[in-house]
């Protein structure tokens, strides 16, 4: 599908005050949604699941990255325990202002993100919110039937109700070095009885949407939606990474993603519900290099950079949430803001940000989105550090480059060493990196992190011994 069949499937784009898409209001009437909107001058926009009815609010809060008590999360503060207040008051002004979706896993925040999120929701009617949850049976051990029946139950209790929304397979498609991917599907879903349990626990009404999250191999991908076109397994909803930079481009960012274009299109010819994560591609597409951000001040001076992204994700047809993992108030604010009401990307900003993600898949960036999957590292390696701080430098301009001979390149050189040395301590940096390959196999994105965290290190190193 090219990008003008992609923007049929947006809906009418035309002139700035044409409309070209509706959603529904807070009480479940059909709204049109005009191009000349004020961001945040008006109601959160919704999307109807047509496999529930569900008016699901277009803005999903991701709670993979909670705040803690000692400031910022447990990227920050590995052992600080959740800020529960902090927790309650963003899920009261998420809720005060029409988001409905709670996105939430067993793996979060060191196992305890589905505590704060359930006692957060819990102090609110049940009625007025869904709770989406995984299945996150990664480890061996949750593998069996018991064990994985286990964690559900789990889930219910720490999230503290009888039914889930929207339940999810968590990260269909990936593989260990002993299991391909295949394999590692079967070991966790198939082999165990568990898929077949949670449809019974859907007739039972414990789960109410049954669907999944894919990361990887795009022939499991493939298989599941065919298992679909067959009866074999009816999807309700299935989860995946869109931005403007994946929509082309993520197979070239990495070669195990697939493209986004493709992963929508063969959701929405099914006239399946897509969940969208990543929209922001883990903060990249909010601290873009300094002659990008220029070029979008000089369309739009007052609109952050980060709300294009949610305006791209949130504007295709089928597109029922978009998920942000707020951390701060600010940023929920701001995204609240986005979404009440969405102003669609027209044609033309279609094309615009097209360009723009041809100029930044050029930089050479690591594309982690800072999920922390591959953590804790057995040899105490900060890893999403390692590479924040190395692709901040590449998109903001302030790697070493020109002459050696030039002052510019010196002092550039001594900024980044010490910013290094400085966000990073000296234990937990590149240099530390054995390649046991033990944080490769649970990365969503695939990278080849011993390679990665080898090719920084030397970097680093050659820029020492000038």
């Known amino acids: 599908m090219d990008r003008r069949e992609f923007l049929k499937h947006m809906g009418s784009a035309a002139v700035a005050t044409s409309v070209v898409l509706s959603a529904c209001d807070s009480n479940g009437n059909e709204t049109p949604i005009a191009k000349n909107v004020i961001d945040g001058q008006g109601e959160m926009t919704y999307r109807t699941n047509p496999n529930s009815g569900d008016k699901v609010s277009l803005l999903g809060y991701g709670m993979m990255r909670l705040p803690v008590e000692e400031g910022g999360t447990l990227r920050d503060h590995p052992d600080s325990p959740i800020d529960q207040e902090l927790v309650n008051q963003e899920i009261d002004y998420a809720l005060e202002h029409g988001m409905n979706y709670f996105d939430t896993s067993p793996a979060y925040c060191k196992g305890m993100s589905e505590r704060a999120t359930g006692i957060a929701l819990a102090r609110h009617p049940r009625d007025t919110y869904y709770i989406a949850t995984k299945l996150s049976n990664f480890s061996p051990s949750t593998w069996s039937t018991e064990a994985s029946k286990t964690m559900f139950e789990n889930s219910l209790k720490e999230l503290q109700t009888d039914h889930i929304d929207y339940l999810l397979l968590h990260s269909i498609g990936g593989e260990t070095k002993e299991l391909n991917s295949h394999e590692l599907f079967n070991a966790r879903f198939i082999d165990n009885g568990i898929l077949d349990w949670l449809v019974d626990q859907k007739a039972a009404g414990r789960i109410r949407n049954l669907g999944f999250s894919y990361h990887g191999d795009v022939n499991i991908f493939d298989m599941l939606l065919q298992w679909h076109d067959e009866g074999k397994y009816h999807w309700d909803f299935v989860q995946i990474e869109l931005n403007y930079l994946d929509w082309n481009y993520a197979d070239e960012l990495n070669d195990r993603n697939t493209d986004a274009r493709y992963l ?97 898949v050029e930089l050479p960036t690591v594309p982690c989105t800072a999920c922390n999957y591959c953590m804790p590292c057995p040899y105490g390696l900060n890893i999403p550090a390692i590479f924040s701080y190395y692709n901040k430098s590449v998109t903001d301009g302030s790697m070493p480059t020109g002459s050696h001979d030039a002052k510019a390149y010196w002092e550039a050189r001594k900024r980044f060493l010490i910013g290094y040395d400085r966000t990073i301590p000296a234990l937990r940096q590149a240099s530390h990196c054995i390649g046991c390959s033990q944080c490769k196999e649970h990365c969503p994105q695939n990278i080849d992190i011993p390679a990665e965290l080898h090719r920084i290190d030397d970097y680093v190193e050659q820029l020492k011994q000038l």
């Open 264 to 360: 929508y299109d063969e959701l929405h010819r099914r006239g399946i519900p897509a969940v969208i994560m990543e929209p922001l591609l883990g903060g990249r597409l909010a601290s873009l290099p300094d002659h990008i951000v220029k070029q979008m001040q000089e369309r739009e001076p007052e609109t952050p950079v980060a709300r294009w992204a949610f305006r791209f994700a949130g504007t295709p047809e089928g597109i029922l949430t978009v998920l942000s993992g707020m951390t701060y108030m600010e940023h929920l604010v701001q995204n609240v803001a986005t979404y009440s009401p969405l102003r669609p990307i027209s044609e033309e900003e279609d094309a615009f940000l097209m360009k723009i993600a041809e100029e930044i």
